[in-house]
């Protein structure tokens, strides 16, 4: 080691080494003296620099110096202590780096081989202990960063020399900071260095010794405890990141689990509202934890509830930080999700790349299924938000490990068009799910099924989801090629219109009278074909799918005449696979599809539609079903009479319940009845004697009528006749249906406000099948204009046209009925008036006390007034007062000033107004007062023109008049004699 160059010491250095050992003492001594003499700023030149040691190393014998340099090298204490037992003044000597040998031994790695040398040195040179090198670091320092310290070293440093315990380098350090970084720190060395309150002081990073503390991975709990002990005030301490105690323990590995952070809640609550210059709380620091635990986030969130509605710099709310933490339990969303859910904000933020909680939990490869439903339930319109990079959850979802069935349904539950979303790479989640070596056959499938059309979307990399698909080891490449080109191929025609795939139904049904029982699951979809509407109709059974076949096909057999609408069939498919989510939690697929038009509005849906129009288009609809197509619908009602594309007309459209006209049993698909209010006498006959009975066109015209009543007089037929009809059950309402006879249906049907409509529908709503109207008798009723002819219901048999005289009884009811509506009107108008009244009331006492209120504030504003006129008269009187006192003072100072001042006592009084008058003094010439005017009629005059007169020297009234010389008995004697003179010429 080469020695530095020597330099000279100061004179109080000098002093203090000439100072023999036992005389010296350090207790008077502050701790700035013993501060690094260098700066941090650009050091002076080296000959400006005072010395800090008259020894040198090449004052030394060669041999001695060669000798010390080998044992600094070899870190040999047996060497060093043979060198400075050989020449003790090299224990003083400056070394590299500004340093003593103390520097040196205090860094050795066996610091407890160099115990002995170290008390040697410390005994030959004390103040060696508070010896700074350029860093401005004492050998208590190095020895507080050295691994191998023990507190008998430290001990040995710190009685030699008490005040370095609390010597600052020059990164404000202490020795004591640097051992609380040290991983062998103890509790007894702690002790050592607690002097002069150093715990609470703060080092360059604004770091106490406790955070100090907290940012090593092993330190314990009791040592922890001590320091803080040492300084409780160090819980509202923040480091230069704006960090507090509380920061330090919610991201520590250990003490986040321990009682450490009870401890600190304990004694400042509010620590947990504190954020850093990162804006995160010290709830986003536990979180982001990834030895966090349950204990731990229920005490935060206690005592800060509404820190799950912050966001740190980077807009990323706790719920972020949680969802991106691998250590992600679902213990952990619950207990965060009962408090997040009373600041319902708190769910809505976006991170600076538009990701939502959603978006880091699907990204997260610890996320289980389970977890990423609870966070979807939080917010589930988050599904559709695209990030900065233009992502769905669903996208990286696709890409996650822990991918399932019921994670990818989760999904599509709420949008299938999840599936067609393209984000900056080009790419559909079909694409990640094809690369991701952790689905299934059964994932693809149902992706694929949403949207075939992505499966022909190229990426940025030119490819397809089945390259990735071919790439993926677990997947067969036969298999995908065999899922992807056997693909339903409708769904690339027809643009579909997204829809929840929990939107189904179910209808139970038997094949036959006495065949088994089946269920039937249906779907629909609306789409686009062009610039039509379709619908696209799913089934689950294949006979109900040939069934709906030839029904389209017998009715578009034969051309319908021109204004009867018969619906088209525009595609069918075997391929459909709509999938449907079961409320059960599995999903089915739905093979069969039908395509038609889509059908306008019901006539339960429209507000207005005349009866007899109407009972014309049906009846010709109706003719061509029964007639020429053989077909009966089954069941006619409101809901299932549609609006045409043709003007005035209505159609129907084929349903499962529709039979053929000479259908065989045993091909007969037996559906139950799907509206017992329109269903026919001789239907809920055969149903109450346990038969399965087929409709026919009887039951078609029973039901017509009753559609034409319910569209004539807004309500059913059987609410008609019993008003609780619709709340009864199916046997009840098939008992009600046979108790009905032909004079109960005359009196109802006379309700209908027309005629003729009134007279049609009374033949098609008869108790016997056979004496009803079929659809080629109502249409050639219905072509009548003036008269209609009615067909007989037997050979030479005519029916009357004349309706009859109505019961008396009806008519006193329906007079009731009407006076009973009246009444209701009226009472109706006298509540809107009375209501009406009230508010206008509560209108003007609302009036009335603003007034009062204005008239209080008038009257409280005309007491101010005359209290201020009060003290503006007063103020006049004082005003007066003092003006009079003044000018009576002046007065008497007249001959006070001629006595003393003689000829000069007029110029001086005037010159005097003058200045109090903020004027210029005039020549003394002009204050030659003629013979015929007396002093005291000029000093008036002048007095009345100056500032005097308006009370400036009012004070002076109050002071009084001296009476204990001589000079005060003359002084009132003249004022007098001027008195009288004031008076004699006036």
């Known amino acids: 080691m080469e020695a530095s160059t020597p330099i000279e010491m100061l004179d109080d250095d000098a002093t203090l080494l000439s100072t023999p050992k036992a005389a010296r003492t350090w207790g008077g001594l502050k701790i700035t003296q013993f501060r690094s003499r260098r700066a941090s700023t650009p050091e002076p030149h080296p000959s400006a620099t005072a010395p800090t040691t008259a020894y040198h190393v090449k004052d030394c014998k060669p041999d001695v110096v060669a000798l010390l340099r080998r044992a600094l090298?070899?870190?040999?204490?047996?060497?060093?202590?043979?060198?400075?037992?050989?020449?003790?003044?090299?224990?003083?000597?400056?070394?590299?780096?500004?340093?003593?040998?103390?520097?040196?031994?205090?860094?050795?790695?066996?610091?407890?081989?160099?115990?002995?040398?170290?008390?040697?040195?410390?005994?030959?040179?004390?103040?060696?202990?508070?010896?700074?090198?350029?860093?401005?670091?004492?050998?208590?320092?190095?020895?507080?960063?050295?691994?191998?310290?023990?507190?008998?070293?430290?001990?040995?440093?710190?009685?030699?020399?008490?005040?370095?315990?609390?010597?600052?380098?020059?990164?404000?350090?202490?020795?004591?900071?640097?051992?609380?970084?040290?991983?062998?720190?103890?509790?007894?060395?702690?002790?050592?260095?607690?002097?002069?309150?150093?715990?609470?002081?703060?080092?360059?990073?604004?770091?106490?010794?406790?955070?100090?503390?907290?940012?090593?991975?092993?330190?314990?709990?009791?040592?922890?405890?001590?320091?803080?002990?040492?300084?409780?005030?160090?819980?509202?301490?923040?480091?230069?990141?704006?960090?507090?105690?509380?920061?330090?323990?919610?991201?520590?590995?250990?003490?986040?689990?321990?009682?450490?952070?009870?401890l600190l809640l304990s004694l400042d609550v509010t620590a947990a509202q504190h954020s850093d210059m990162h804006g995160q709380l010290p709830l986003h620091r536990a979180v982001a934890n990834?030895?966090?635990?349950?204990?731990?986030?229920?005490?935060?969130?206690?005592?800060?509830?509404?820190?799950?509605?912050?966001?740190?710099?980077?807009?990323?709310?706790?719920?972020?930080?949680?969802?991106?933490?691998?250590?992600?339990?679902?213990?952990?969303?619950?207990?965060?999700?009962?408090?997040?859910?009373?600041?319902?904000?708190?769910?809505?933020?976006?991170?600076?790349?538009?990701?939502?909680?959603?978006?880091?939990?699907?990204?997260?490869?610890?996320?289980?299924?389970?977890?990423?439903?609870?966070?979807?339930?939080?917010?589930?319109?988050?599904?559709?938000?695209?990030?900065?990079?233009?992502?769905?959850?669903?996208?990286?979802?696709?890409?996650?490990?822990?991918?399932?069935?019921?994670?990818?349904?989760?999904?599509?539950?709420?949008?299938?068009?999840?599936?067609?979303?393209?984000?900056?790479?080009?790419?559909?989640?079909?694409?990640?799910?094809?690369?991701?070596?952790?689905?299934?056959?059964?994932?693809?499938?149902?992706?694929?099924?949403?949207?075939?059309?992505?499966?022909?979307?190229?990426?940025?990399?030119?490819?397809?989801?089945?390259?990735?698909?071919?790439?993926?080891?677990?997947?067969?490449?036969?298999?995908?090629?065999?899922?992807?080109?056997?693909?339903?191929?409708?769904?690339?025609?027809?643009?579909?219109?997204?829809?929840?795939?929990?939107?189904?139904?179910?209808?139970?049904?038997?094949?036959?009278?006495?065949?088994?029982?089946?269920?039937?699951?249906?779907?629909?979809?609306?789409?686009?074909?062009?610039?039509?509407?379709?619908?696209?109709?799913?089934?689950?059974?294949?006979a109900i799918h040939r069934h709906l076949i030839a029904l389209y096909t017998a009715l578009q057999a034969t051309p319908a005449p021109d204004g009867v609408a018969v619906p088209a069939l525009r595609d069918t498919f075997e391929n459909a696979r709509r999938r449907i989510r079961l409320p059960s939690g599995a999903s089915m697929t739905l093979e069969f599809g039908l395509v038609t038009l889509t059908p306008r509005a019901a006539v339960a849906e429209s507000s207005a539609v005349d009866p007899r129009r109407l009972l014309v288009s049906m009846a010709a609809v109706l003719l061509h079903w029964h007639d020429v197509a053989q077909v009966v619908h089954g069941n006619i009602c409101p809901a299932t009479v549609v609006h045409s594309h043709i003007d005035d007309a209505h159609m129907l459209y084929p349903a499962p319940p529709s039979v053929r006209i000479g259908q065989a049993m045993a091909t007969w698909l037996v559906f139950p009845t799907q509206n017992a209010l329109y269903c026919a006498p001789e239907m809920a006959a055969a149903y109450l004697r346990g038969e399965t009975p087929m409709p026919t066109p009887a039951t078609d015209m029973w039901q017509l009528g009753c559609t034409i009543y319910h569209v004539a007089t807004g309500t059913t037929l059987l609410e008609a006749i019993a008003p609780h009809a619709a709340l009864c059950t199916p046997d009840q309402v098939y008992h009600l249906l046979l108790s009905i006879n032909e004079s109960v249906l005359e009196r109802v049907v006379q309700r209908i406000g027309c005629h003729d409509v009134q007279r049609l529908v009374k033949h098609l709503l008869e108790i016997s099948p056979s004496a009803r109207w079929t659809a080629r008798g109502l249409v050639e009723a219905t072509a009548r204009v003036a008269e209609v002819a009615l067909p007989p219901n037997e050979p030479g048999e005519a029916r009357a046209d004349a309706p009859e005289p109505l019961d008396p009884a009806v008519l006193l009811v329906q007079r009731l009925r009407d006076d009973v509506q009246v009444q209701t009107h009226a009472t109706l108008e006298a509540k809107t008036r009375l209501r009406r009244v009230e508010l206008d009331r509560n209108h003007l006492r609302l009036q009335l006390s603003e007034l009062v209120d204005r008239l209080n504030a008038i009257l409280l504003e005309k007491e101010e007034a005359i209290q201020q006129v009060a003290v503006m008269t007063k103020k006049r009187a004082s005003l007066t007062q003092q003006l009079d006192t003044m000018a009576h003072m002046l007065i008497s100072v007249m001959p006070l000033a001629q006595k003393v001042y003689g000829a000069m006592g007029d110029d001086l009084l005037a010159r005097l107004m003058s200045h109090a008058a903020m004027g210029t003094p005039p020549e003394s010439a002009l204050y030659a007062l003629p013979a015929s005017t007396s002093l005291n009629r000029m000093l008036r005059d002048r007095i009345r023109d100056t500032m005097l007169a308006r009370g400036c020297v009012g004070q002076w009234a109050n002071a009084p008049p001296p009476l204990d010389s001589d000079a005060s008995s003359s002084f009132f004697q003249h004022v007098d004699d001027d008195a009288k003179s004031i008076e004699t010429n006036p």
């Open 290 to 542: 990834p030895n966090v635990n349950v204990a731990a986030l229920r005490q935060l969130l206690h005592a800060f509830p509404g820190a799950v509605d912050v966001v740190d710099g980077h807009g990323q709310s706790p719920l972020h930080l949680l969802c991106g933490n691998e250590a992600l339990a679902m213990d952990l969303l619950l207990d965060y999700a009962a408090v997040a859910t009373t600041l319902p904000t708190s769910l809505l933020w976006l991170d600076d790349e538009a990701s939502t909680s959603l978006h880091i939990a699907c990204m997260n490869p610890s996320s289980s299924p389970e977890m990423i439903r609870v966070i979807y339930d939080l917010q589930p319109d988050a599904a559709t938000a695209l990030d900065k990079y233009e992502c769905t959850p669903f996208h990286y979802a696709c890409s996650h490990p822990s991918i399932s069935v019921d994670l990818v349904w989760l999904f599509l539950d709420h949008a299938r068009a999840l599936t067609s979303v393209v984000d900056h790479r080009g790419k559909t989640p079909l694409h990640y799910l094809a690369a991701n070596r952790h689905v299934s056959v059964d994932m693809i499938s149902i992706v694929f099924d949403a949207d075939p059309s992505a499966s022909q979307v190229t990426d940025h990399a030119m490819k397809l989801p089945v390259h990735y698909l071919i790439e993926n080891p677990s997947i067969p490449s036969a298999h995908a090629y065999r899922l992807l080109a056997g693909g339903a191929s409708y769904r690339q025609r027809y643009r579909i219109h997204d829809r929840a795939v929990t939107e189904f139904a179910t209808t139970s049904f038997a094949h036959g009278p006495h065949g088994a029982p089946d269920v039937l699951f249906s779907a629909i979809d609306e789409a686009i074909d062009g610039s039509d509407d379709v619908r696209l109709q799913y089934c689950s059974s294949s």
């Open 73 to 262: 090298d070899e870190k040999d204490a047996v060497l060093a202590m043979q060198a400075v037992t050989t020449h003790p003044k090299l224990v003083a000597s400056p070394l590299q780096d500004d340093t003593v040998l103390l520097h040196h031994l205090c860094q050795w790695p066996h610091i407890e081989a160099t115990l002995e040398l170290l008390q040697h040195c410390v005994h030959e040179y004390p103040e060696g202990v508070a010896y700074m090198d350029k860093r401005g670091r004492t050998p208590l320092h190095y020895l507080c960063m050295n691994g191998s310290v023990t507190v008998r070293a430290i001990q040995v440093l710190v009685v030699a020399f008490p005040v370095s315990a609390a010597m600052c380098d020059k990164a404000s350090c202490l020795p004591v900071h640097y051992l609380c970084l040290n991983s062998s720190q103890t509790i007894d060395m702690t002790m050592m260095l607690h002097n002069y309150e150093t715990f609470s002081l703060r080092n360059h990073d604004g770091r106490t010794p406790l955070h100090c503390v907290l940012s090593r991975p092993d330190c314990e709990f009791e040592l922890c405890a001590t320091v803080l002990s040492l300084a409780p005030e160090t819980t509202s301490v923040v480091d230069s990141m704006g960090r507090t105690i509380l920061h330090m323990v919610a991201a520590h590995p250990t003490h986040i689990e321990s009682q450490l952070l009870q």
